[in-house]
């Protein structure tokens, strides 16, 4: 399974004049330096580079959740060390002439990846989270101000993130709005069926007179995961006049082709913790330039309030800004890759299905979803026989594989559809493929859930607490 | 696992003891290996903006970081909610609050501001309170919560009065003075102050307010809500919220608690008004109450609100634990702030009784310091060019008054100087040099050259 060192690269060569960002005030600005312009690429990382660089993971743990919190190699955690000793050194300095130019710097780079059109549609923010909030407090505003009336609807998918639903809740709801969510299928066979229940939920919204203010897609949902086809999502939101169209692509940029342009959003937000390498915790957040979004503010207001929302995101109040300045180390580390973070992705796709098949065939279920619609995570159907029957048993099971077995994966509980009977799969779980994985992970798995079937283990007979 | 727990206290609930035996004090050595990460040479009299953190402190948040690293699904689930249980724990006990469930940990003052601004912007859009009812705030209050107050009380139709407190100033009366007229004008025509905001120690310059006695009259003036922004205060001076009695009260602890950036408390006192604030980063435990909701607000680095237990290992170093750290800086600062005035021929910004750690020493007049602009040029001209990091403050001219006068004219600029377990007499000769060399050579701030 280890990456094959081809000659031909195909790299993403940093852009020059990316890596040169920042003004000529300032005083003793260290402006990166440009890049060396490469006779050879650098060289590929082996796979025992890849394990040295994964070499602070516990070794004891078959680590397949790379969706939940992501991962860091240790060459990007020096350089946030060091940059972090930079500040404690002598932070005045670093405050008044270092960082806003390095936020800037990454802030370019981003905008280069995700083919933004402009540096200032590029904000960086801690989290998706933090991005909902930002998206949605504007949303409140709108209400509270009367730009809105009481009724009119905002639209966000049912499996949502827990966050982003109570951010709704919070914002949205409580400022009168009116929330629809879009029931989707799970397990689901093809995008048309997500295509056809969210234009249905659409019309649900403008009933009565009711104009739908905001919609919020995720682009690869969380749990259960699926790739969402966002583009026509986003292309049916301008046809049925919705405002605002949010994308949550918190498992976006590194996992799925993150392109502002061709999906068309309003506002894009993804973070680099999870599948860029980044060390926690990093968003972007993409806002198109538009008048319908120049009252977007970070939420946390500090004397940059009013100065645009990418300026006010690079100082919300002193705190430790260093993870998002280690984004041109980032990108090294990917070019390190064959094909760059294209080569990664495409790989963790197939190899996340390769397993996917291999688990759903050693124990006799089914993938959530076809191959084309899942990225570098995917839904693997457990063992019916498991009787996982609630969100307690699916928590209570995952505890179970962590300690018991050394295996760390979430659990989602898909309660069984009206009419199905006995022997369906209720339980998935969802596995993920990131560089530092082997085949010995999977495989521990597999021989976990064996185990468990082979001791006739169930939900049932676990603790109640 | 517990027994990888990298916290050092052992108990969650250990108290601020004192050192019993003074062969066990931290020795000057230790202390300066402490904070050998600061850039040597630079005399770093600014503990005020950025703060400190020692390296023992920074030691333990490495091993925090690194444990995340290495599990985080486990970290999350078994370790990190109860890491931060604790350090509420041990700040409720140094803050004297009645319950762990007052005490919130956010990351800064910053943060403080918007949650407490949040709600009463939200009162204002959902019509409990009127258009007209006021947010009263010091004129001199930090400009982040300034412009909260513009992002989410403006905004939503509320009004402002600012408190003009005398700088310099020379007695606690002279605050409580315009405070009370501030009051008066906030309640003229029959509206209601919501809000009183009300600095403890203020930022630039940098005065300590006499909080509790303004609670009071708050109180008796039945003012909504009072919400304290002690950024400074943890660490500088004694804080008791019960005796403070405010409604909310905030304090950084990384400026001069020695904990890494950034990490500070939010105490709500239990009341109608504290079940309704929100952290404004909303995650799945909206609802849970704010310290819940402050505790997980989506996936990010939380070490630096772990590493409490280790930082009070660090204070309890030293003779006095962290009370002998404040008596110490206070007297330190007093006397290099009078040693620097009286160098220069020029004045103390207030009395030492109403400083802590930090003080305001004013400038030669001869310096010419007549803008925000000069003010910054001569920042950074004695950060590039003398090696000293000190905040300075311009002093506007009130209409029709000469300011202050000093040996040659009026004194418009400040050092705002603090003092911290790492600074040595050598640091204010330093900024002492630096000034005097400047007048010396017939420089005014506008003809400072930096690069």
């Not at chain 1, 909902?132 to 949502?160: N, P, S, T």
């Not at chain 1, 207001?301 to 993870?323: K, M, P, Q």
């Not at chain 1, 963790?348 to 759903?360: D, R």
């Not at chain 2, 004129?139 to 600012?162: D, L, M, P």
Request: with cysteine; aromatic share 8%; proline share 5%.
């Amino acid at each position: 399974m280890a990456s094959s060192l081809h000659s031909n690269n195909t790299q993403i060569c940093p852009n020059p004049t990316a890596l040169n960002g920042g003004s000529a005030a300032d005083g003793n600005s260290q402006i990166s330096k440009k890049p060396r312009l490469y006779a050879d690429p650098p060289p590929l990382f082996t796979p025992s580079d890849i394990m040295s660089e994964f070499s602070h993971h516990d070794p004891a743990v078959a680590r397949i959740n790379n969706g939940s919190f992501g991962c860091c190699p240790s060459s990007v955690l020096s350089a946030q060390y060091q940059l972090q000793l930079q500040w404690l050194r002598q932070p005045d300095n670093f405050y008044f002439n270092q960082l806003q130019p390095k936020i800037i710097q990454s802030r370019t780079i981003i905008k280069d990846i995700i083919n933004a059109d402009h540096v200032d549609e590029v904000s960086i923010v801690d989290n998706a989270t933090t991005a909902a909030a930002i998206v949605l407090q504007q949303i409140a505003w709108g209400f509270a101000e009367g730009k809105f009336c009481r009724g009119d609807a905002a639209v966000m998918l049912h499996y949502a993130y827990g966050a982003v639903k109570k951010s709704v809740e919070a914002y949205v709801m409580r400022a009168g709005g009116y929330v629809i969510e879009v029931p989707l299928p799970f397990p689901v066979s093809s995008a048309d069926e997500i295509v056809k229940e969210f234009r249905q939920a659409l019309r649900r919204g403008k009933q009565n007179g009711r104009k739908v203010r905001l919609a919020v897609i995720d682009h690869v949902t969380s749990m259960p995961t699926v790739v969402i086809p966002v583009k026509e999502l986003v292309t049916i939101c301008r046809e049925e006049g919705v405002d605002q169209v949010f994308v949550d692509a918190a498992h976006g940029i590194g996992c799925v082709d993150v392109d502002m342009k061709q999906i068309g959003a309003d506002f894009y937000t993804s973070n680099l913790h999870k599948w860029f390498f980044c060390p926690p915790s990093v968003a972007f957040l993409y806002c198109k330039k538009s008048t319908n979004n120049s009252d977007l503010h970070h939420p946390v207001v500090s004397h940059e309030y009013g100065n645009g929302l990418a300026i006010e995101s690079a100082w919300i109040g002193t705190r430790d800004y260093s993870s998002y300045l280690v984004v041109p180390k980032v990108l090294e580390f990917i070019n390190r890759f064959e094909g760059g973070i294209e080569g990664i992705k495409k790989r963790n796709h197939e190899y996340v299905v390769e397993m996917g098949q291999m688990l759903v065939k050693a124990w006799g279920t089914r993938l959530g979803c076809p191959p084309e619609m899942c990225s570098s995570m995917v839904m693997v159907g457990l063992p019916a026989c498991l009787g996982i029957s609630s969100d307690h048993d699916a928590l209570e099971l995952r505890t179970c594989l962590r300690d018991k077995f050394g295996v760390e994966v979430p659990i989602y509980y898909g309660p069984p559809k009206d009419g199905e009977e006995g022997g369906v799969v209720t339980g998935y779980a969802r596995i993920s493929y990131q560089v530092y994985n082997k085949v010995e992970d999977y495989y521990k798995f597999r021989d976990a859930i064996n185990q468990l079937v082979d001791n006739a283990f169930t939900c049932a007979s676990l603790p109640i607490s | 696992m517990e027994h990888e727990d990298p916290r050092n206290s052992e108990s969650p609930h250990r108290s601020s003891k004192k050192p019993k035996f003074s062969s066990n004090y931290i020795p000057e050595s230790e202390i300066r290996d402490e904070f050998s990460h600061h850039q040597p040479r630079v005399a770093r009299i600014n503990n005020g903006s950025f703060g400190s953190c020692p390296g023992s402190v920074l030691a333990a948040q490495r091993r925090w970081q690194l444990q995340f690293l290495r599990q985080p699904d486990a970290f999350y689930f078994n370790t990190l909610r109860n890491g931060i249980t604790a350090s509420r724990m041990i700040i409720k006990d140094l803050i004297n609050a009645d319950h762990v469930d007052e005490v919130s940990l956010v990351d800064n003052a910053t943060t403080a501001a918007a949650i407490v601004l949040q709600q009463i912007g939200h009162s204002f859009a959902e019509g409990k309170f009127k258009k007209s009812d006021t947010v009263l705030m010091l004129h001199c209050a930090y400009q982040a919560v300034k412009k909260s107050i513009q992002a989410y009380v403006t905004r939503a139709g509320g009004s402002v009065v600012e408190v003009r407190l005398p700088f310099p100033v020379n007695s606690e009366e002279e605050i409580i003075s315009e405070f009370k007229k501030s009051i008066t004008e906030g309640k003229s025509n029959g509206r209601k102050i919501r809000l009183a905001i009300i600095d403890h120690i203020t930022s630039m310059p940098s005065v300590v307010i006499p909080v509790k006695e303004l609670v009071r009259v708050c109180r008796e003036e039945g003012i909504d809500q009072v919400f304290v922004d002690a950024a400074h205060a943890i660490g500088s001076l004694k804080v008791d919220v019960k005796e403070i009695g405010a409604d909310f009260y905030v304090s950084n602890l990384h400026k001069w608690f020695f904990c890494p950036p950034s990490v500070a408390f939010l105490h709500c006192k239990k009341s109608n008004a504290s079940s309704d604030v929100h952290h404004p980063v909303v995650s799945h435990e909206y609802g849970n109450g704010l310290p819940i909701e402050s505790s997980w607000i989506g996936t990010r680095d939380y070490s630096s609100q772990l590493v409490i237990p280790a930082v009070l290992e660090f204070v309890n170093r030293f003779e006095g634990g962290i009370e002998g750290i404040m008596e110490r800086n206070h007297e330190q600062v007093v006397k290099m702030g009078k040693m620097l005035a009286e160098s220069w021929g020029t004045n103390l910004g207030s009395p030492p009784e109403m400083c802590t750690v930090m003080i305001m020493v004013g400038l030669p007049s001869r310096l010419c310091l007549n803008s925000e602009e000069d003010a910054s040029r001569l920042r950074s001209y004695l950060r590039d060019c003398h090696e000293v990091e000190v905040p300075i403050f311009y002093q506007v001219p009130k209409d029709g008054e000469d300011g202050v006068r000093a040996n040659d004219g009026c004194i418009t600029g400040y050092v705002r100087i603090s003092h911290q377990v790492y600074n040595t007499l050598d640091d204010y000769e330093k900024l002492r040099d630096a000034i005097n060399q400047i007048v010396e050579d017939g420089k005014t701030c506008e003809m400072l050259c930096i690069e």
